[in-house]
């Protein structure tokens, strides 16, 4: 009988997969972060517990084109300063990416709140723009110029929070109780400038980061990096406490505007 592709792998070929997924190559990125400080108890009201807002009320959006061997990926967060014990990060509240298989690998594994969206990134000479879309939404734009160089940061490890959960076959809830996933990227930079600009929110209902208004902007960059990481579980949750976020990571309960975006095959 021939090869039946969807029966059972060999041990061999399942040793084969995991060893090929452990020698990744270094994979770059092109990308804009502009990080403001907002109002303090909207941070609050994100966080699921047992996160806490961390010392400063600040939210980061990346908004970045990942060079992916002949298919380019556009890959974007909005996230709030966060701490759980001594850990300080980022809790991301939304991560727009232009692919189904950037979805498929980060929701499943780590818990990412991962949604199918545009992502633009784009420069001509100085002038820079970068846009996380949905729905026909731009809900974040940042926009600029570029005014300097900035020195290249020491690689640094840095946390993001997740929380990984499945909902109940019956609708009734989750599955089973969640976990609080703690995701430790370590960041190399090879280029890095300042960019003058600002940082423009606009309402959406799918999308509402326009609660987290910019107070005071505290800078804009554009650089390029490449990431590895690694994620564990550090503590499991409690699913009432955890239930009443979970609209974060869907539309609508039933899903059905999640769609791709108009032209995705």
């Given at each position: ?6 029966g ?40 699921p517990?047992p ?26 967060s ?134 987290l208004?910019v ?5 804009i ?20 406490a ?16 999640d ?5 995705s095959?």
């Amino acid at each position: 009988m021939a090869r039946v592709r969807y029966g059972a792998r060999t041990e061999a070929e399942i040793a084969a997969a995991r060893e090929k997924n452990a020698k990744i190559p270094d994979i770059w990125s092109t990308g804009v972060v502009a990080v403001w400080e907002t109002d303090p108890d909207v941070v609050a009201a994100v966080l699921p517990p047992p996160l806490k807002p961390a010392e400063e009320p600040l939210v980061r959006a990346a908004i970045s084109t990942v060079d992916l061997p002949g298919y380019p990926l556009g890959a974007g967060s909005v996230a709030v300063a966060a701490r759980h014990g001594s850990v300080t990060g980022w809790y991301p509240l939304v991560m727009p990416m232009t692919h189904e298989r950037a979805l498929t690998g980060g929701r499943e594994v780590f818990g990412e709140p991962k949604k199918l969206g545009e992502v633009t990134v784009e420069r001509d000479g100085l002038v820079v723009r970068a846009a996380l879309a949905r729905h026909g939404i731009a809900f974040v734009e940042v926009r600029g110029a570029v005014d300097r160089a900035l020195p290249l940061p020491e690689p640094e490890p840095k946390t993001d929070f997740y929380f990984k959960f499945l909902p109940a076959v019956d609708g009734s809830g989750l599955e089973s109780e969640p976990v609080l996933v703690h995701c430790v990227r370590n960041e190399r930079i090879r280029k890095l400038e300042n960019v003058t600009g600002d940082v423009v929110l606009r309402e959406s209902m799918y999308d509402p980061v326009a609660d987290l208004t910019v107070r005071r902007l505290v800078g804009i960059t554009i650089g390029e990096k490449t990431t590895d990481q690694q994620g564990r579980v550090v503590e499991r949750v409690s699913a009432d406490a955890l239930l009443p976020y979970v609209h974060q990571r869907y539309d609508d309960p039933r899903q059905v505007l999640d769609g791709p975006p108009e032209g995705s095959v």
